[in-house]
């Protein structure tokens, strides 16, 4: 079965962190650029992080810049999102996408839906006090 898996995902405290997974099965997702997206009950999706199929270029919401980390770990076909300083306003159903060649620009927060080629199920961060 083709398909992305989110995990790491929980209820933590202002302030601290939480690394998010993404695992790949079926398929090489050392050639497609993931990303992360978040959503919140009755607004938008919205990107958070995407990182380029070889991992040389990174992209970031202004709002989680200095605060998360997007990497790659291609022998296990897995991007994780590294979570750091977390804020309640990061309280959201976390996704992740890939998107893959030859689609450019390989990075894209603008209308997701329809121009990644998989999605995950979604995990859930919940950042209270």
């Known amino acids: 079965q083709l398909q992305l898996v989110e995990s790491g995902g929980g209820l933590v405290q202002p302030g601290r962190s939480l690394r998010l997974s993404c695992a790949a099965s079926?398929?090489?997702?050392?050639?497609?650029?993931v990303g992360w997206f978040r959503q919140v009950p009755g607004k938008e999706r919205e990107g958070v992080s995407c990182i380029s199929p070889r991992g040389v270029d990174t992209f970031y919401l202004n709002s989680v810049k200095g605060r998360f980390t997007i990497s790659r770990d291609d022998a296990e076909n897995t991007v994780y999102l590294q979570m750091s300083d977390l804020r309640r306003e990061d309280t959201a159903t976390y996704y992740c996408a890939a998107r893959g060649a030859p689609n450019l620009p390989v990075c894209i927060f603008e209308t997701p839906e329809g121009r990644y080629n998989y999605w995950g199920q979604g995990t859930q961060v919940t950042v209270s006090s």
């Open positions: 079926g398929f090489p997702l050392r050639l497609y650029a």
